[in-house]
């Protein structure tokens, strides 16, 4: 079993629709919980942190941690041609000194 | 502030080689990661250094490949006799990882390594 593990998609969805993207993880210590956007060439960019069980929303983004199921998710509101990227989940455990696991990602295309 | 700097931003090279390559991390930030991105593909796990401690070198895929970081700060990743799979784009990222909980990472924007 992979620590974090994402449906690799592509996930496509027309342009004002609602994108949810999930995430599964193996390490039931695990603390700290994030979501990256990569545009092809370029650098992943943080887009949401999530500590705590519940929701945590930030403009058009919210993000959802369920702890006892071990998943995390990312959902997208009125999508955006422009949210076109590869999105990937990224976990810090709760041993190695805080050592971070990403997963493989989703791509994700927003059809205008 | 300053981001995380890496150099070169991209090497061409022959194979055999031995390449080098430079990550500054962010003032301050204990935690400092290496990856490897092939086209099209998702991020490789190289190596972890976490302040002090000793690194977390489980992803290196050979002993071709090795990183020091000297002081707590700048990073070098060393690439000895390189071949043709080794191209790819090398990423640096930092952490401060302060609080007693992991923090998200800053990410350079990547060394292009590319091996004739």
């Known amino acids: 079993q992979k620590e974090v593990e994402q449906n690799s998609g592509p996930l496509s969805v027309p342009e004002g629709a609602i994108a949810s993207l999930n995430c599964t993880y193996s390490?039931?210590?695990?603390?700290?919980f994030f979501w990256y956007r990569q545009y092809s060439g370029k650098s992943p960019e943080l887009i949401m942190s999530?500590?705590?069980?519940g929701d945590k929303e930030d403009g058009r983004f919210t993000a959802q941690l369920n702890k006892a199921s071990q998943y995390v998710s990312l959902l997208i509101r009125d999508s955006q041609p422009s949210d076109s990227a590869t999105y990937l989940c990224a976990v810090n455990g709760n041993t190695g000194g805080f050592k971070t696991i990403f997963g493989a990602g989703t791509r994700l295309f927003v059809k205008a | 502030g300053a981001g995380v700097s890496q150099s070169p931003s991209n090497k061409v090279t022959e194979k055999g080689k031995d390449v080098e390559l430079r990550c500054d991390p962010i003032s301050g930030h204990t935690a400092l990661y290496w990856y490897r991105q092939s086209l099209g593909q998702g991020l490789e796990f190289l190596i972890y250094?976490?302040?002090?401690?000793?690194?977390?070198k489980s992803g290196l895929p050979s002993d071709r490949f090795s990183a020091e970081r000297t002081g707590g700060s700048v990073s070098t990743l060393t690439i000895q006799r390189t071949q043709q799979e080794d191209s790819a784009v090398y990423l640096c990222?930092?952490?401060?990882?302060?609080?007693?909980?992991?923090?998200?990472?800053?990410f350079g924007d990547g060394t292009r390594l590319s091996i004739l």
């Open positions: 390490d039931r210590g695990s603390q700290s």
């Open positions: 990222a930092s952490s401060p990882n302060r609080g007693g909980r992991g923090q998200p990472q800053h």
């Open positions: 999530i500590y705590s069980n």
């Open positions: 250094f976490q302040g002090n401690s000793a690194p977390d």
